[in-house]
């Protein structure tokens, strides 16, 4: 198994709402990244987990709460976002060692109205 | 300050020619870099990579050049297929262990014509 899923596939959401996004990969990797991107930019990163740990936040609002329940699995929890948080929202995984690359997953389409 | 700029961001070649993707870094810190290709609405797929002990890597249709004199990478894909039309990403990064995160440009558009 090479790869890393999410879901859902597409999230539509109020502003008042609460959602998760979930991402899971099964390589044994440690080292799990969530990115925003925006139509015709690159990647942006928002948060990176090492060993389960919290290791990088970069000044991301806190009304998206990341979560590592275990080394397979991560969330991005939702509230109370705004309509310019809409955006493909993407997982990716790498082992943790030096010089491995990032495997990315499909990503989660998410709109706010 | 863009650490990572692709300054084409379209590029068209016929299907069978050379693809030729440019990407410049302004940090000369980073000593890993890698290219990734990205369709619309899925996720970024890993290309090809090369550390900064090296000058070339190779694998199969793709190449990567790096020049760090000029801090300047360059994706080869030969020979073009449509297939290959999408979005390449150039990326780097500064060994970090495990805190390691990646740099992107802004993408380069590849259209191959058939």
């Known amino acids: 198994d090479t790869e890393v899923t999410q879901t859902p596939k597409h999230l539509v959401m109020g502003m008042t709402n609460k959602k998760s996004l979930k991402c899971e990969q099964h390589m044994g990797h440690r080292a799990m990244y969530w990115y925003k991107q925006k139509a015709k930019k690159p990647p942006e990163l928002m948060f990176v987990?090492?060993?389960?740990?919290?290791?990088i936040n970069e000044s991301v609002p806190s009304r998206f709460s990341p979560e590592c329940p275990n080394s397979s699995l991560l969330n991005l929890h939702l509230h109370a976002l705004q309509p310019e948080d809409s955006a493909l929202y993407l997982c990716?995984?790498?082992?943790?060692?030096?010089?491995?690359?990032?495997?990315f997953g499909p990503g989660t389409r998410l709109t706010v109205l | 300050d863009q650490q990572v700029k692709q300054n084409s961001p379209s590029l068209s070649v016929q299907e069978g020619r050379i693809s030729i993707l440019n990407c410049d870094y302004t940090?000369?810190?980073?000593?890993?870099f890698l290219w990734y290709k990205k369709y619309p609405a899925e996720g970024p797929t890993f290309l090809i990579s090369i550390s900064s002990i090296k000058d070339k890597n190779e694998d199969g249709r793709f190449t990567v050049f790096l020049n760090k004199s000029a801090k300047h990478l360059s994706l080869h894909i030969v020979p073009s297929q449509p297939g290959d039309s999408a979005v390449y990403f150039c990326?780097?990064?500064?060994?970090?262990?495990?805190?390691?995160?990646?740099?992107f440009g802004k993408g380069t558009l590849l259209t191959v014509n058939p």
């Open positions: 987990y090492s060993y389960e740990k919290l290791s």
């Open positions: 990326a780097a990064s500064v060994y970090g262990g495990s805190n390691y995160k990646l740099t």
């Open positions: 940090n000369s810190m980073f000593d890993y």
């Open positions: 990716a995984s790498r082992t943790g060692q030096a010089y491995n690359e990032q495997f």
